[in-house]
């Protein structure tokens, strides 16, 4: 036998095992012992959910990256093609990054774009994802049950009021 088991810890944990068993036979082809062999698949597991998180997120951000946001966007597309249910998409943009980018070095860069997510997260919990598509580009999807479509133009301006207040980044507005 050769597969993955799940064995509980002595404080309710689960530890991933991989578990081989082997027949051992005497001369008469009769079975005698079985050995078995166990791995810990710990450090292997968290490892491949790493890499799904990195493959999806932005490390930056801890936002959906493009890759989720496409999945997601086609998944909508897709589901709402023979139905009559929309959803809105809202794409945001900051304006003259690469410069702020150079004269806050890219620190402060990075600094500027968690804060922006951070915003973008806590004025848009209703949204269906709130994601960074690269560099200075996010995007948000709104789903059509949850709004009317004066409610997202009234999200919108919501969006960009939020957006008025100014960043501090190491001590500069």
Same mark, same amino acid.
């Given at each position: *036998? !050769?597969? !993955?088991?799940?064995?509980?810890?002595?404080?309710?944990? /689960? @530890?991933?095992?991989?578990?081989?068993?082997?027949?051992?036979?005497? +001369?008469?082809?009769?079975?005698?012992?079985?050995?078995?062999?166990?791995?810990?698949?710990?450090?292997?597991? /968290?490892? !491949?959910?790493?890499?799904?998180?990195?493959?999806?997120?932005?490390?930056?951000?801890?936002?959906?990256?493009?890759?989720? *946001?496409?999945?997601?966007?086609?998944?909508?597309?897709?589901?709402?093609? #023979?139905?009559? #249910?929309?959803?809105?998409?809202?794409?945001?943009?900051?304006?003259?990054?690469? *410069?702020?980018? #150079?004269? @806050?070095?890219? +620190?402060?860069? #990075?600094?500027?774009?968690?804060?922006? =997510? $951070?915003? @973008?997260? @806590?004025?848009?919990? !209703?949204?269906?994802?709130? =994601?960074?598509?690269?560099?200075?580009?996010? =995007?948000?999807?709104? +789903?059509?049950?949850?709004?009317?479509?004066?409610?997202? $133009?009234?999200?919108?301006?919501?969006?960009?009021? =939020?957006? /008025?207040?100014?960043?501090?980044? /190491?001590?500069? +507005?």
């Amino acid at each position: *036998f !050769e597969g !993955e088991i799940i064995e509980k810890g002595a404080h309710g944990q /689960e @530890l991933p095992l991989w578990i081989h068993i082997n027949s051992i036979s005497n +001369e008469h082809n009769k079975i005698t012992h079985f050995i078995g062999i166990l791995s810990d698949l710990t450090q292997r597991k /968290e490892a !491949e959910q790493r890499l799904s998180y990195l493959s999806n997120y932005d490390a930056l951000t801890d936002l959906p990256n493009r890759n989720l *946001f496409k999945t997601q966007l086609h998944q909508l597309m897709m589901n709402n093609r #023979d139905k009559k #249910d929309k959803f809105a998409l809202m794409r945001l943009n900051i304006d003259r990054f690469r *410069f702020l980018n #150079d004269s @806050l070095n890219n +620190e402060g860069g #990075d600094i500027l774009l968690q804060q922006v =997510a $951070k915003r @973008l997260r @806590l004025i848009n919990v !209703e949204s269906l994802m709130v =994601a960074r598509l690269g560099s200075d580009d996010f =995007a948000i999807i709104f +789903e059509s049950f949850r709004f009317r479509s004066s409610d997202v $133009k009234s999200h919108c301006k919501k969006s960009m009021q =939020a957006f /008025e207040q100014p960043f501090i980044i /190491e001590n500069q +507005e």
